[in-house]
């Protein structure tokens, strides 16, 4: 049973489409992340969701929505794509508690062609 | 606010070598400090965490860390290198009374020769 699940795994699309990227955790938790690998391995984050409400709104061009429907799911909207946007993007859950330690989901390989 | 600083980009090892990877962050309050491994092609893993206690904490697959707060640091090490630890290595720090923002360094390539 996958705690953290991200679909889809691989995304190759053209500029300028509108993608969908789903995420959903069994954990419990209250706590949703969506992270941005680069091509150097730097992971940026780009939102936290708690509970449904958005968090953390890093300086992330407002091409990109998050979209929280209940706390088990985070889903991040990206409109018009840009190349820059190639990148694995991993989403992550975490519980508020003594030690907020975040488990990932297997990451969405995005590439804009 | 907090921020991680890993000094060590790419560091090349023979098996049975000892590691040390330096993890430093910023943030003078409480913290939670975590160390992850991404194996290639694959997700982030918790190799081990520290909230509080002890500031020797040990972890999976022989790596442990050492919380030294004098000196904002969060050192990982293990004794003997395995090739099957060639992986990325992300250090990471949660201020639990700020945000819940979990930051990640920038990350130590860690590549063992067999």
């Known amino acids: 049973d996958t705690a953290v699940s991200q679909t889809p795994k691989y995304l190759v699309t053209q500029m300028g489409n509108d993608k969908s990227i789903k995420c959903e955790q069994n954990l419990g938790h209250d706590t949703m992340y969506w992270y941005k690998q680069d091509s150097k391995k730097f992971l940026k984050i780009m939102f936290s969701y708690n509970n449904k409400e958005l968090i953390i709104n890093e300086t992330v061009p407002n091409r990109f929505s998050p979209k929280s429907p209940d706390k088990a799911h985070l889903n991040l909207h990206i409109n018009s794509l840009e190349l820059g946007d190639s990148a694995v993007y991993f989403c992550?859950?975490?519980?508020?508690?003594?030690?907020?330690?975040?488990?990932f989901g297997q990451g969405t390989r995005l590439t804009v062609v | 606010a907090q921020s991680v600083s890993q000094h060590n980009h790419h560091v090349i090892l023979s098996e049975a070598a000892s590691l040390e990877l330096g993890c430093n962050y910023s943030?003078?309050?409480?913290?939670?400090l975590f160390w992850y491994v991404q194996y290639p092609g694959q997700h982030l893993q918790l190799l081990l965490k520290y909230f509080s206690g002890d500031p020797l904490v040990k972890g999976i697959k022989g790596f442990e860390a050492e919380f030294i707060k004098s000196k904002f640091s969060f050192n990982l090490r293990k004794p003997s290198v395995q090739w099957s630890d060639t992986a990325e290595y992300f250090c990471?720090?949660?201020?639990?009374?700020?945000?819940?923002?979990?930051?990640f360094g920038k990350g130590t390539r860690l590549h063992i020769l067999p």
């Open positions: 992550a859950s975490s519980q508020v508690g003594r030690a907020r330690e975040a488990f």
């Open positions: 990471a720090v949660n201020a639990p009374h700020l945000d819940d923002k979990i930051i």
């Open positions: 943030y003078g309050g409480t913290v939670n």
